[in-house]
């Protein structure tokens, strides 16, 4: 059994993790940092170059340690990141799908990997710098809540929907109580070394940012220049893959028209991008794949919720349909334009989070 006292604090150099690693220690925990290296693609000389875990970002987190009077551990995630992170983004790409990479960091690397790194430690719980809350059940009833964050413009519940009961039981998230604004003013009145870093928005394991030139060298066939055509398979114009487009998208396309188009899906069979008007985009329903809900429990009726379908997107009134275990069917109250294969869409009660899926 792992001390309740002992905590790993999932760090990144950035200042949301380490106000969350100074707010444990004050609370009289026995802080633990821990700061994985995850796989980067190799560049020129052998070098790699990874946004979330640059010399600059360790040294960061470092510091902050010192700072703090906490041991601080950089571990090695390079294998089990690429294998679960990397090779199916790549792949979602190539099959016309458009991922959130860090929905499967958080299923398989801070929430698998890293947890269990942390309980091999000792540690009671795992902490990280995310915007959300855990709260409890109705009285008697004993189950933990994944709740928003009270920040609205910052809540993370939406890439946490994959937590279940065992894994909450294990979690602390210090900073949802907390606005953004206040966590910079906390981080500025402890003078940790890292208060005024910019957060990254990038993904943290494409060398320069640029998700389109890493699919060009990793996969080349998602990058295959192709038609673009109406919803008759008129021809258009040309693309230049399938994996630099998304679902709604109007800007960027290079063709004219008398009126504004969007595209409407991918046809990865023939490698063309079908496009049309605002008028032929919307649609109400969606299936989902590999939903799990917070609970652990499968749903035996339909449930009425609000939905995200991404994470900056609002939350619309639907109805959950359980199909067969691990699928549901969505239905909203309203047509919906930028559904997009690969996106998760996140089920809520309120402000509980009840769990989600994969678009399919």
């Not at 458009?98 to 947890?115: E, V, W």
């Amino acid at each position: 059994m792992g001390s309740a006292e002992r905590v790993v604090v999932g760090m990144s150099g950035g200042v949301d993790s380490s106000v969350a690693a100074a707010l444990l220690v004050e609370q009289g925990y026995e802080v633990v940092g821990v700061m994985l290296r995850l796989w980067a693609e190799p560049q020129e000389e052998e070098l790699t170059s990874n946004l979330c875990c640059t010399p600059e970002a360790v040294d960061s987190a470092r510091d902050v340690a010192v700072a703090l009077g906490i041991p601080f551990y950089l571990v090695n995630a390079e294998g089990p990141f690429r294998k679960h992170v990397v090779e199916p983004f790549i792949a979602a790409y190539g099959g016309g799908r458009t991922p959130n990479p860090c929905l499967a960091c958080n299923r398989h690397i801070r929430f698998g990997y890293l947890l269990r790194y942390a309980q091999g430690l000792g540690a009671g719980y795992l902490a990280t710098g995310h915007y959300a809350r855990i709260g409890q059940g109705a009285v008697g009833d004993g189950a933990l809540r994944l709740l928003r964050g009270v920040d609205a413009a910052k809540d993370q519940s939406y890439v946490l929907y994959m937590l279940g009961q065992d894994a909450l039981s294990h979690l602390l998230f210090p900073l949802g109580n907390h606005t953004k604004p206040k966590v910079r003013q906390m981080a500025r009145s402890r003078r940790l070394p890292v208060a005024d870093r910019e957060e990254s928005q990038d993904l943290c394991f494409v060398g320069g940012g640029d998700y389109r030139e890493f699919l060009r060298r990793q996969a080349p066939e998602a990058a295959s220049p192709g038609p673009i055509v109406d919803q008759t398979g008129r021809l258009l114009g040309w693309h230049q893959g399938l994996a630099f487009h998304t679902i709604g998208q109007r800007k960027g396309l290079g063709i004219a028209a008398s009126e504004p188009l969007y595209v409407l899906r991918m046809d990865v069979r023939h490698n063309s991008l079908v496009v049309g008007p605002a008028s032929a985009l919307g649609r109400a329903e969606l299936t989902a794949g590999s939903v799990s809900f917070i609970s652990d429990e499968w749903p035996s009726e339909h449930l009425v919720v609000t939905a995200r379908i991404r994470y900056r997107a609002d939350s619309v009134p639907a109805v959950v349909w359980p199909l067969g275990y691990g699928r549901v069917r969505v239905v909203f109250d309203r047509l919906l334009r930028d559904i997009t294969a690969g996106q998760a869409v996140v089920f809520y009660d309120g402000d509980t989070c009840l769990g989600g899926g994969i678009i399919e």
